[in-house]
């Protein structure tokens, strides 16, 4: 009678076999996909809530600029997304009164050229710089304040908290906001320097007009010289016709 194997050494004969067929004929996993390049109009898109940024973004080129400049330099950037509220709870006529180089100043007022975290922004040295520049190339400013992980944005005319982060990760911070950051300078216009205040009047002499008074004559200063003679050459012969008279007499 053939000697049988016992069973439980059998199946651990067979395991090992069976582990290594089934590794051979698995496919291997395909690695993930690079990441595509980075695009605000699509990061906005998807949260639904900043078409008219979006619009804004686009017809100022502003938004081709920030994807290229975070897609093709080591350059960060930081967003500050003003939502559909924001921009309906504008003062009536707000846009409207711009010009379309004012236009492009409000949307770049919204884009820093650094990346920043929310914990950034909270030590953040003020002013900060903004992509925003007046006719003469100044720059404009934004002012950050933080308390108790509590982050507000201050362009000097409108203060706003800073919300929901929509993106975090470098190279590009998006943030939320609840109202347009308007420029102080489209407010508070520049009041005119001392320069441009029209020169004092001059008097016909050359002198300034506020010496007029002074250079009136004084009462005893306005006898003239010819005058004096005349009185005097009165008195002289006064004296000699009463003296030729006593002499007749």
Do not use: W
Request: with cysteine.
């Amino acid at each position: 009678m053939a000697h049988q194997q016992p069973l439980p050494l059998i199946l651990l004969s067979i395991i090992p076999l069976f582990f290594i067929l089934t590794q051979a004929q698995s496919p291997t996993a395909p690695a993930p996909a690079p990441a595509g390049p980075i695009d605000i109009f699509a990061i906005l898109k998807k949260e639904g809530q900043y078409n008219t940024f979006i619009k804004f973004l686009n017809e100022s080129q502003v938004g081709n600029q920030i994807n290229n400049q975070v897609n093709n330099s080591n350059q960060g950037m930081t967003v500050l997304a003003p939502s559909d509220n924001a921009f309906n709870n504008l003062p009536s006529g707000t846009l409207n009164q711009l010009n379309d180089q004012q236009k492009v100043q409000l949307i770049l007022n919204h884009v820093i050229p650094k990346f920043y975290t929310f914990d950034d922004l909270q030590t953040v040295s003020n002013p900060v710089r903004t992509q925003a520049t007046g006719p003469k190339g100044e720059p404009f400013g934004l002012n950050f304040t933080g308390n108790n992980n509590q982050v507000n944005v201050s362009s000097g005319s409108v203060v706003t908290n800073i919300y929901n982060a929509i993106r975090k990760d470098p190279p590009l911070a998006v943030y939320q906001l609840d109202k347009v950051l308007v420029p102080s300078e489209f407010t508070d216009p520049k009041a005119p320097s001392s320069n441009d205040a029209p020169a004092p009047a001059k008097a016909k002499n050359g002198t300034s007009g506020d010496k007029t008074t002074a250079d009136e004559p004084s009462p005893a200063s306005s006898t003239k010289p010819n005058d004096a003679k005349r009185i005097s050459g009165g008195i002289l012969g006064l004296i000699c016709g009463v003296f030729l008279m006593g002499t007749l007499s």
